[in-house]
T-cell receptor, first 114, second 114 residues
């Protein structure tokens, strides 16, 4: 069965610093991987996704993630944090095991200090 | 605006009661997903429907049920409500169940059981 582990329920960075949010997954078949962001009192919106092909995926708002099969990881990065990046971030994996469904990690709340 | 509409936005009800949450997917999306988000459990996948049929099941309690109607809208029914059912319930939709497409989320229904 699929599972997603996000390391660190809270991450705090200074404005302008590197953002690194960690995600490890397990899946018995090649997965589809996603990062979503949730702002307060809103639903989740897609940041980026990996399906096939290039393992470095670029998303919106300057975020990118790299799929590393050997490490079963899909970490999210952004070179320079902005105050508006403060939100909760969810890593998710989809595959066809037991029917197509998407499983989300527990989420990582990103705090950005001025 | 994701194109997914959930009603009502807020719901307050007493223990033991039954409520129905409604979701209208994006135009043309055949897959509908339901998720529960609570502080202690995070974002939990409940159930997925594809073109009217149940496609995948997650951590959905027996007191909960869902269906997808011919016009593709979906309802999540929660019965014999308990205090612990208080949470944010999200509906999401995607284009086709077997595609590697992302899910688009509604704004959620916040359920408070008192």
């Amino acid at each position: 069965a699929q599972s997603v582990t996000q390391l660190g329920s809270h991450v705090s960075v200074s404005e302008g610093a590197l953002v690194l949010l960690r995600c490890n997954y397990s899946s018995s078949v090649p997965p589809y991987l996603f990062w979503y962001v949730q702002y307060p009192n809103q639903g989740l919106q897609l940041l980026l996704k990996y399906t096939t092909g290039a393992t470095l995926v670029k998303g919106i708002n300057g975020f990118e993630a790299e799929f590393k099969k050997s490490e079963t990881s899909f970490h999210l990065t952004k070179p320079s944090a902005h105050m508006s990046d403060a939100a909760e971030y969810f890593c998710a994996v989809s595959d066809w095991t037991g029917g197509f469904k998407t499983i989300f990690g527990a989420g990582t709340r990103l705090f950005v200090k001025a | 605006d994701s194109g997914v509409t959930q009603t009502p936005k807020h719901l307050i009800t007493a223990t033991g009661q039954r409520v129905t949450l409604r979701c209208s997917p994006r135009s043309g999306d055949l897959s509908v997903y339901w998720y529960q988000q609570s502080l202690d459990q995070g974002l939990q996948f409940l159930i997925q429907y594809y073109n009217g049929e149940e496609r995948a099941k997650g951590n959905i309690l027996e007191r909960f049920s869902a269906q997808q109607f011919p016009d593709l809208h979906s309802e999540l029914n929660l019965s014999s409500l308990e205090l612990g059912d208080s949470a944010l319930y999200f509906c999401a939709s995607s284009a086709v169940g077997r595609q590697n497409t992302e899910a688009f989320f509604g704004q959620g229904t916040r359920l408070t059981v008192v």
